[in-house]
C-alpha cells in the first residue's frame, strides 16, 4: 500500500537549532504517530496524536495532528547530540498503518 | 521489566531457502506484530496476533506467515526466499490489539538473501 510522504529525507543541523519535519498522506488517518530508530534498536514511539488540531508535546519535541488528518508535523527544540537518529511518521486508521520513509537527522556539536 | 526480544539478531540464507525468526513479547503483552523494513519501501506492516490467531494481515504474499503460541510468543516465517526479502525484520508487542501507539519494539532481525 502507498506509504507517507515525509520530508525532509535528510538534515544537519548544528547543535542547538531547531528542527521540523513533516508527513502528509492522500488519506486521511484517526491516529499520527511519531518515532524514533537509532542504530541497531527498533523504532521508540515519542509522540502520539489522537484528534485534528492536536498539538502534543514532549520535552523539546512538539508535534501537530493537521487539521485535514491528512498530514503532521515535528518539531525539535534546542537540538543536541544525542538527537541523531532517524525519525519516522506513521498514520493508523482502521487497523491499517502506513509509515513515512524516515528523516535522518545529523547533529553536529 | 524485559523488552521484546527477536532471535536470531542476524541471518545470512540463500534464494531458495526458508527461515523463521521468533519473537518474545514483554511480559503481560498478548499481541504482536511483525514489519519489514528496507531502504526502498521502509517500514512495511505484516501482520499482527492476538491470542494466537492472525487479527490483521498487510500487503504481503503467502510465502510470508506466522504464528503465536499460548505463552503469546511469536514466530514468523518466510519460505522461498528472494533477494528482496534482505530486510531488518521488526517485531513489536502491546498489551491488546490495534494498539499502535502502545507498541513497543524489538532491536529487530537482519536478515540477508545471498
Known amino acids: 500500500g502507498q506509504q507517507l510522504n515525509q520530508s525532509p529525507q535528510s538534515m544537519f543541523i548544528q547543535e542547538g537549532e531547531d528542527v521540523s519535519m513533516n508527513c502528509t498522506s492522500s488519506s486521511i488517518f484517526n491516529t499520527w504517530l511519531w518515532y524514533k530508530q537509532e542504530p541497531g534498536e527498533g523504532p521508540v514511539l515519542l509522540i502520539a496524536l489522537y484528534k485534528a488540531g492536536e498539538l502534543t508535546s514532549n520535552g523539546r519535541l512538539t508535534a501537530q495532528f493537521g487539521i485535514t488528518r491528512k498530514d503532521s508535523f515535528l518539531n525539535i527544540s534546542a537540538s543536541i547530540p544525542s538527537d541523531v537518529g532517524i525519525y519516522f511518521c506513521a498514520g493508523y486508521n482502521n487497523n491499517d498503518m502506513r509509515f513515512g520513509a524516515g528523516t535522518r537527522l545529523t547533529v553536529k556539536p | 521489566k524485559a523488552g521484546v526480544t527477536q532471535t536470531p539478531r542476524y541471518l545470512i540464507k540463500t534464494r531458495g531457502q526458508q527461515v523463521t525468526l521468533s519473537c518474545s513479547p514483554i511480559s503481560g503483552h498478548r499481541s504482536v506484530s511483525w514489519y519489514q523494513q528496507t531502504p526502498g519501501q521502509g517500514l512495511q506492516f505484516l501482520f499482527e496476533?492476538?491470542?494466537?490467531?492472525?487479527?490483521n494481515k498487510g500487503n504481503f504474499p503467502g510465502r510470508f506467515s506466522g504464528r503465536q503460541f499460548s505463552n503469546s510468543r511469536s514466530e514468523m516465517n518466510v519460505s522461498t526466499l528472494e533477494l528482496g526479502d534482505s530486510a531488518l525484520y521488526l517485531c513489536?508487542?502491546?498489551?491488546?490489539?490495534?494498539?499502535?501507539?502502545?507498541?513497543?519494539f524489538g532491536p529487530g532481525t537482519r536478515l540477508t538473501v545471498t
Open positions: 513489536a508487542s502491546s498489551l491488546e490489539a490495534g494498539l499502535p501507539y502502545e507498541q513497543y
Open positions: 496476533y492476538f491470542s494466537e490467531t492472525q487479527r
